[in-house]
Structure formats: structure tokens, C-alpha cells
């Protein structure tokens, strides 16, 4: 098999480093020095130096320790962890530990304890147990923040402050009646008139019309479903109160620590409920933590979509992979193990899209508590052990990739990511349970990836110019901004492919006046006259020869030409895909599910490109910088690869004219001699 590496653009420029104080590729991971007798600490050290680790994160989980009782401090234990770590030439990213507040904080302030949907008041002895809006919170959270800034923001080794930890991990939506208040505070910034908050919920429908503010309350299980529009904006108002506790951390470490970046760990993909994209442009560098579902197979497409989703939110910029795992994880049904070698293949997944760290959960595995059983970079077994022996491997690796710093990731196709419409779509009582937000992005990115591309994700309302081809899966809520600046792209000779469900309701979960699929109806030339969702198991077979299930439409010709129709179904004989010429471009409509190959065979005719010639478990991603071109490649079958490409393998050092063999399970990382590859 062999591919020629297609003619990219001009030689992009090299971005500044990310971490300014670091010389590498990071490498290292969650260092807890606090579960273990301060002799281990020496070892620890010394076996960093052994795997080639130059970046930890410390004191994640530290807050009891750091300030045993209410006011008084410890730093002593982290003064000498920190001058242990900067004498072995290791950074730190130093922790705030503000996401497992103290036994003392809850005893003292109960109030502050998280309360779910039902309205039970939740336990604490884990993590994350507080309610994101409790003024108690906030006040012990940057008083905690403030000293350690205050102590380290001077010290040599701090490279990166690492605020909290997976904001709204656990926590993400709060029910009290103090949460109830900020959302009332909430709902008066966005609205600033009650009449526009009735109009924006629609509150006429099962009369629910509010006269005072006093009268809202947070979205809590009731005897049927509670208003949607109301939802989405708690929804909305629970990410920007975790997002107002990060700013307020951040504001305290740049006002005390000025210099130095402050990030927070997103679980992006993972945590529905952070609206990640604003996020990022809140923190100095975007970091991710992301870990592989791993009964799935090939699940490394996954994990090529988050990866790819982090780049896109951090506007194409690198980014740290702060956290991933050696192996098994500990809180997944089936926890697999991994394979000998994909331990690498995924933290190079990760690299090749933009990642400038392979981080890990965490250093040395831990004896006791919640997570013994989670893979570590040390395991239980210590050194003698595959899993230390590929973590050492790939710190050797990682140091000889440095020049990929800073160069840019080449995108070859768009794809529209929402939080909020995924959010929304998911709300209850749409028109089947079967719809569902991830499925339908996954599935696109999955006909993406197997066609040997590389995505970015974008938000609908952004410049989309630079893309020959946007998909739009599932799109449910789409606003008047998103549909013209939709329009616009095609019209301007752009390719949109839009699957069903999208353009359905704006920003209120109001329903587009004048019929499916609303606000791209006029776009794509159609007019959805009825959802036709099918059973559970019930497929339609189109006159293409794919087939889909889950859903199927009433859909009318207005102005478009039917690609596919419904051979059988309940819109048998009606089209099933859609073309619509616009302007200089085309918009087409896909108005069932379909997966796999079928999709792929409709995207490629909507004109997707694909390499072909190239082994079907074969991943490839194109990098720019200043001077060279650079080709990631990353072998996921059990058969070698052949790539025909010239240039210098950074990996092993051999040098190819012409041809370069990506071994079964292997990775190859191809700098080309010219400045353009
Ligand atoms: C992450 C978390 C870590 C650890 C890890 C285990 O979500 O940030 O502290 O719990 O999961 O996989």
C-alpha cells in the first residue's frame, strides 16, 4: 500500500511555546507525594529522571493537608517536594485544590454540600461534593488559592498552575436553593425584563407565566417535564458558574503570579455539561484529559475526535494532554487493559493532533482509597513491569519529537460541534429516544477518520471560509446567526452536509416558524413535512442500496433534487437525500441515519475527499511548520504500512527516498525535506 502525501499550502509560522518554561514535549503526570512516607519521594524522583519525565502536577488533591484546619497552612511538606522536583530539573504545574474541599469546610458550612435533581442533599467522602454557587465555597476556595500563589508564584520549578480539577466533573448542576438564587441573578443579567424571559419560555404553554422572579425556581424533578427552554438555561447557567469559579481562581493567580499560564484539565467529549469552547477563552492554554472507553473497538477513533475537538476549541492552537492512562482504568464497567503498544499509539494520538504533553493519571499507583486499581506510570509491580518499560520508551520517544512543537495541524475538512445543541437535543420527550448528539458527530468523524482525514471542529457561527466541506451533524438547535452564516458559506461555493434533526429550534428551544427543518430549510430546498421515527430494530432501505433506522421523514422538494428515496418505510417512494445548488456551492440533506459505509459512500459523493490506497487501520496526520512538513502516521492494524513519502523518520533516525514502512501496530513520524510536503 502506498500513499503520495498530497501538495499543502504555504509553510505555516511556528506558534510561541506553550509553556515558556519548559524545554519539551512534556512528559509526566499526577504526582501525589502525599500518599506516600517522604523516603518514596526520593525514589520517585529518581525513577522521573529514569522514564524521562520533566512535568508533574501537584497537589490536585491537597487542600486538607495544606490547610488542616480553617486558616492555618502546612506548606512545609510542598516546599520540599517542589525544591526535590527543581533539583532534578522537573517542572511543576502546581494544583489549586479546590475540587475536594476539607472534612472541616462541610462540617462547617453544610449548606455548601451539593443537592441533586430529586433534591437530596449528597454526601461528602469523595470529591467535588460542594455546590458551585456556595458563597462559603468561593470564599475558602480563593482564600486557599491566594496563599499557595502568594508562596509559589517566585518559586523556579512552577511552569503552570493547574486550577482545580475537571470543573463540574461531579458536580456540574446543583439543585439548593442557593443555586435557585444565582439562577434567578443569572436569569435577570440575561433577560433584564421578566416579559422576555415569559416570551423566551414560552411560559403561555401549561401556563406557567411568571410575575416575580421570586417565583423561579431550579429545574427540579417534578411530577412531568419541567419547561425545556428553562432546562437549557439552568444548563447554561450551571456551566458559566463553574466557568465564574475558574475566572475568579484564575483572576487570584494572575494578579499574584503574573507570568505564569494558569490552565484547568477539560474532559471534553466526555463531560456534557461544560460548554468547553467558552471555556477556552478563558485559560492561557487548553488542556484535556481524556480516557479511552475501552471495550469499544477501535476506540482510538474516539479518541482522535477529542483530541481533534481540543485543538479546534483552542483555535487551532497546541495544547497539553493533561491527563490519559498508562493502561486500565478503574471506573468503567470492563476495565481492559492495554495492549502492548498502544499505550504509545495513544499518547502519539494525541501528539500528531496538536497535544504538545502526554501526561498522565497518575505517577506511582496508589494503595489505598478510590483509584488502587487504576494503571499508574509506576505500577503496584514497580519497574519490572511492560507497563514501566513502555512509559520509560516513551519518554526516549518524546524528547525527539521537540520540533513538532508549535507547528500546525492541517485540517481537511470541518465538522459543527454545539454544546448547547447537544444539550438540548438530549432534553426529554423529543420525537425518539434514539436521537442522540454523540452518536450522530461520532459517526461523521468516524467517516472522516476512516477516509484518512483530518477534522476540526467549529462552532456554526465562526468563519467557516477555509473549508472546502462542513458537516453538520445534528444540529437540533441552530440560531438566525448560525442559518445565515451557513448560507453565506454555501453560497460562496462551500459544500454543507446536513443530517436530520438540525435547524429545528433556536436558541429557546422555540421551533423555527414556517416548518422543518426551520432555520435551514430555504438553505437546503426542502421542507420536512412530518419526523417518521422508526422502531426499535425497523430499518428503510433507499434506491442507493444503504439502509438506515432510527429515523425517516415526510420531506418535500422545495427547490432541491433527490439524491436517494425511500424504497420501503413510512416515506416509502419520498426522497431520503437531498442536493441543493446555492450560490456557488451545495447543500445537502441526509434525512435518516445512516452509518458505516453507507454514509461514507453519501459523504464521498457529497464530495468528502478520502486517500485512497491506504490500509484501513491506518491514521495519518499532516503537521506545517516554518521550514518542514510533517507526517504523523500511527498503524492500528496488525499488517505493516507503506507510505511513499521522502524525508527524515524522527523516531528511529532512518532517512527514506522514497518509501517508509509504518510497521503493524507501530507509529512513524516523517519530517520532509522540503518546506512543503
Ligand atoms: C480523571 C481525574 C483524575 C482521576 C482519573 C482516573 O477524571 O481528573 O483525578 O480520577 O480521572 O481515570
Redesign the pocket.
Known amino acids: 500500500m502506498s500513499i503520495v502525501v498530497p501538495v499543502h499550502s504555504e509553510p505555516a509560522d511556528q506558534a510561541e511555546p506553550l509553556l515558556p518554561r519548559l524545554a519539551g514535549i512534556g512528559f509526566g503526570g499526577?504526582y501525589n507525594p502525599e500518599q506516600w512516607p517522604e523516603q518514596t519521594w526520593y525514589d520517585d524522583v529518581r525513577l522521573m529522571r529514569e522514564a524521562g519525565v520533566n512535568l508533574v502536577s501537584v497537589g490536585?488533591?491537597a487542600w486538607a493537608l495544606l490547610e488542616p484546619s480553617p486558616g492555618s497552612y502546612d506548606f512545609g511538606w510542598l516546599d520540599r517536594v517542589l525544591e526535590l522536583l527543581h533539583d532534578a530539573d522537573i517542572a511543576v504545574d502546581l494544583a489549586t485544590p479546590t475540587a475536594a474541599p476539607p472534612p472541616w469546610f462541610f462540617r462547617r458550612h453544610p449548606e455548601a454540600r451539593l443537592v441533586d435533581r430529586d433534591g437530596r442533599v449528597l454526601g461528602v467522602g469523595g470529591r467535588q461534593a460542594f455546590c458551585p454557587s456556595s458563597p462559603a465555597y468561593r470564599a475558602a476556595a480563593a482564600r486557599i488559592t491566594e496563599q499557595l500563589a502568594v508562596r509559589y508564584a517566585g518559586h523556579p520549578a512552577l511552569t503552570l498552575w493547574h486550577s482545580h480539577?475537571?470543573y463540574g466533573?461531579v458536580n456540574a448542576h446543583c439543585y439548593c436553593e442557593t443555586s435557585a438564587e444565582a439562577f434567578r441573578a443569572w436569569l435577570r443579567r440575561r433577560y433584564r425584563h421578566l416579559d422576555d424571559l415569559n416570551d423566551a419560555w414560552g411560559t403561555s404553554f401549561w401556563g406557567q407565566q411568571y410575575g416575580d422572579w421570586a417565583e423561579i425556581e431550579a429545574p427540579r424533578v417534578a411530577p412531568t417535564v419541567v419547561n425545556p427552554a428553562q432546562q437549557l438555561d439552568f444548563l447554561r447557567f450551571s456551566s458559566d458558574t463553574h466557568l465564574d469559579n475558574f475566572v475568579a481562581e484564575r483572576n487570584i493567580l494572575h494578579r499574584l503570579s503574573p507570568g505564569v499560564p494558569v490552565t484547568t484539565?477539560f474532559?471534553i467529549a466526555n463531560c456534557k455539561w461544560i460548554d468547553y469552547r467558552r471555556w477556552a477563552a478563558e485559560v492561557d492554554v487548553v488542556s484535556n484529559?481524556h480516557?479511552l472507553q475501552a471495550e469499544q473497538p477501535d476506540n482510538h477513533i474516539e479518541l482522535a475526535m477529542a483530541a481533534d475537538l481540543t485543538r479546534s476549541v483552542a483555535d487551532g492552537r497546541g495544547w497539553l494532554l493533561m491527563?490519559h492512562?498508562t493502561s486500565a482504568?478503574?471506573?468503567q464497567p470492563r476495565n481492559v487493559a492495554k495492549q502492548p503498544g498502544e499505550l504509545r499509539r495513544n499518547s502519539m494520538g494525541h501528539l500528531a493532533r496538536g497535544a504538545e504533553s502526554a501526561l498522565f493519571?497518575?505517577w506511582r499507583a496508589s494503595r489505598s482509597g478510590a483509584?488502587k486499581f487504576?494503571s499508574a506510570m509506576l505500577p503496584h509491580s514497580g519497574t519490572a513491569t511492560r507497563v514501566w518499560r513502555e512509559v520509560c520508551a516513551l519518554g526516549a520517544e518524546l524528547a525527539r519529537l521537540d520540533e513538532l512543537r508549535g507547528t500546525q495541524v492541517v485540517a481537511d475538512v470541518g465538522v459543527v460541534w454545539d454544546w448547547p445543541s447537544w444539550w438540548a437535543l438530549e432534553l426529554e420527550w423529543r420525537p425518539s429516544v434514539d436521537l442522540s448528539y454523540l452518536e450522530r458527530v461520532s459517526a461523521f468523524y468516524e467517516a472522516t477518520w476512516r477516509g484518512h482525514l483530518t477534522a476540526d471542529f467549529v462552532d456554526a457561527e465562526a468563519d467557516l471560509s477555509r473549508y472546502p466541506i462542513l458537516l453538520v451533524p445534528s444540529l437540533y438547535l441552530t440560531t438566525a446567526a448560525a442559518a445565515t452564516n451557513l448560507a453565506a458559506y454555501v453560497r460562496d461555493g462551500g459544500t454543507l452536509v446536513v443530517s436530520y434533526f438540525s435547524g429545528i429550534v433556536d436558541e429557546n428551544d422555540t421551533v423555527h416558524a414556517g416548518g422543518h427543518p426551520g432555520a435551514l430549510r430555504d438553505l437546503l430546498g426542502v421542507t420536512v413535512e412530518e419526523f417518521l421515527p422508526l422502531r426499535e430494530g425497523e430499518r428503510v432501505s433507499l434506491d442507493g442500496g444503504e439502509s438506515g433506522d432510527v429515523w425517516a421523514e415526510h420531506v418535500v422538494l422545495d427547490g432541491a433534487e433527490a439524491m436517494r428515496h425511500y424504497l420501503d418505510g413510512p416515506a416509502a417512494g419520498g426522497p431520503a437525500v437531498t442536493r441543493h445548488r446555492v450560490g456557488n456551492g451545495t447543500a445537502w440533506y441526509i434525512s435518516t441515519r445512516l452509518t458505516g459505509d453507507d454514509l461514507s459512500v453519501v459523504l464521498r459523493e457529497a464530495g468528502l475527499p478520502h486517500r485512497d490506497g491506504l490500509p484501513e487501520n491506518l491514521e495519518i496526520v499532516r503537521r506545517l511548520g516554518p521550514a518542514h512538513g510533517y507526517l504523523i502516521a500511527i498503524n492500528h492494524g496488525d499488517r505493516d504500512a507503506t507510505l511513499a513519502v521522502d524525508g527524515d523518520e524522527l523516531l528511529t533516525g532512518a532517512r527514506s527516498s522514497g518509501e517508509f514502512v509504518v510497521p503493524a501496530g507501530g507509529v512513524r513520524v516523517l519530517r520532509s525535506q522540503r518546506a512543503r510536503m
Open positions: 499526577d490536585i488533591f480539577n475537571e466533573g484539565n474532559m484529559d480516557y491527563e492512562s482504568v478503574n471506573w493519571f497518575q483509584e487504576h
